[in-house]
């Protein structure tokens, strides 16, 4: 089993930036891909990225391509979530997880060990 701590939310302008943070520990980090979801208030959790064990596949929510980059470091047993030019509408407790597979797209089925998530809000 696998620990995530999620770190970095906090609030902020629109148009202004955070960096999320996820550690994990126990179970072997490099051989899974990572991912981040997001649940806002009165809503379903939804995917926002995902990054593939070596990082060479990444895949994006439309609602936030171009604006979010998501990259690991294997050696340090994290991922990160940079978020740009944030608008209102991604407030939200944002969630770290590990996929199953080394490789892993948008369902949250792909994923088996979740973090307690941090909250970002983003005020207008």
């Known amino acids: 089993q696998v620990q995530l701590v999620e770190s970095g939310g906090g609030l902020v302008q629109a148009g202004g930036s955070l960096r999320l943070s996820c550690t994990a520990s126990?179970?072997?980090?490099?051989?899974?891909?990572m991912g981040w979801f997001r649940q806002a208030p009165g809503k379903e959790r939804e995917f926002v990225a995902t990054i593939s064990w070596s990082g060479g596949s990444i895949y994006y929510a439309d609602s936030v391509k171009g604006r979010f980059t998501i990259s690991r470091d294997n050696a340090k047993k994290s991922v990160y979530l940079q978020m740009n030019s944030l608008k209102p509408e991604d407030t939200a407790v944002y969630y770290c997880?590990?996929?199953?597979?080394?490789?892993?797209?948008?369902?949250?089925?792909?994923?088996?060990?979740w973090g307690q998530g941090t909250q970002v809000t983003v005020s207008s």
């Open positions: 126990g179970r072997t980090f490099n051989n899974y891909a």
């Open positions: 997880t590990q996929a199953k597979t080394i490789v892993a797209r948008n369902l949250e089925a792909d994923f088996g060990s």
